[in-house]
């Protein structure tokens, strides 16, 4: 089965502050994605990667900033939390190419910002 | 600017009953997903649909996809408790070249079923 783990299932950081969020995945899938969701707007798209170095900006970048080392670690940045970055983000990997094959999720980190 | 719309909402159900699912996009694609989420969990997958009329089925659970309408369905028969969640469908952008691109979700449909 396809792992993706998220470093962290809760965290509260403090307003300013640089916050790091880790997602490591084992299936050696390309691509690889950052979520946020909140109640009432669904999943939005962050960042994404379809590789290794390689990001791409989704709906809602402003704030963020993303790295992709390694094929298996694509890391979040918040470079100065504010409020309104408290959520739940979920990261996601799928295999590239034509693969049909769906995005398997992580069990997510609820941020607080204070 | 692709975007997915689910309806309803709110569903909320007896038991034994059955109901469907909504799930309508704006932008050609032939690719949808359907995924389940259970309060403080993540998103579990449920079904790819990949092509105009397909249509699978696991248990209570059938989803379809009609790309010329830009509609899929996901039906529940005879709802029992243990479905109770939130259900999302989630359509692929598709950029150029083919590979799988962004999925779009809809706001999701939060499921509860009474005894």
């Known amino acids: 089965d396809v792992k993706v783990t998220q470093s962290s299932r809760y965290l509260v950081k403090r307003t300013g502050e640089k916050v790091f969020l880790e997602c490591v995945q084992d299936?050696?899938?390309?691509?690889m994605f950052w979520y946020r969701q909140d109640p009432g707007l669904g999943l939005r798209l962050i960042y994404f990667?379809?590789?290794?170095?390689?990001?791409e900006k989704g709906d809602i970048p402003e704030g963020y900033s993303v790295s992709r080392e390694k094929k298996e670690r694509f890391s979040l940045i918040l470079e100065s939390a504010s409020t309104n970055q408290t959520s739940m983000y979920l990261c996601?990997?799928?295999?590239?190419?034509?693969?049909?094959?769906?995005?398997?999720f992580g069990d997510g980190t609820r941020l607080s910002i204070l | 600017e692709l975007k997915v719309e689910q309806n309803p909402l709110f569903l909320s159900m007896q038991e034994g009953k059955n109901y469907t699912i909504y799930c309508n996009y704006s932008?050609?694609?032939?690719?949808l997903y359907w995924y389940r989420q259970d309060p403080g969990k993540s998103l579990e997958s449920l079904f790819v649909?990949?092509?105009?009329?397909a249509v699978k089925q696991e248990g209570r659970l059938m989803a379809s996809l009609d790309t010329k309408a830009r509609l899929s369905t996901l039906h529940i028969t005879a709802a029992v408790h243990d479905l109770s969640a939130t259900y999302f469908c989630?359509?692929?952008?598709?950029?150029?070249?083919?590979?799988?691109?962004?999925?779009?979700f809809g706001k999701g449909t939060k499921l509860s079923v009474k005894p």
């Open positions: 996601a990997s799928s295999s590239g190419g034509l693969s049909n094959q769906p995005q398997h």
């Open positions: 299936m050696d899938h390309e691509n």
């Open positions: 990667s379809y590789d290794v170095k390689m990001k």
């Open positions: 932008t050609t694609s032939d690719r």
């Open positions: 649909l990949l092509s105009n009329g």
């Open positions: 989630a359509v692929d952008m598709i950029p150029q070249g083919g590979s799988q691109g962004n999925l779009i």
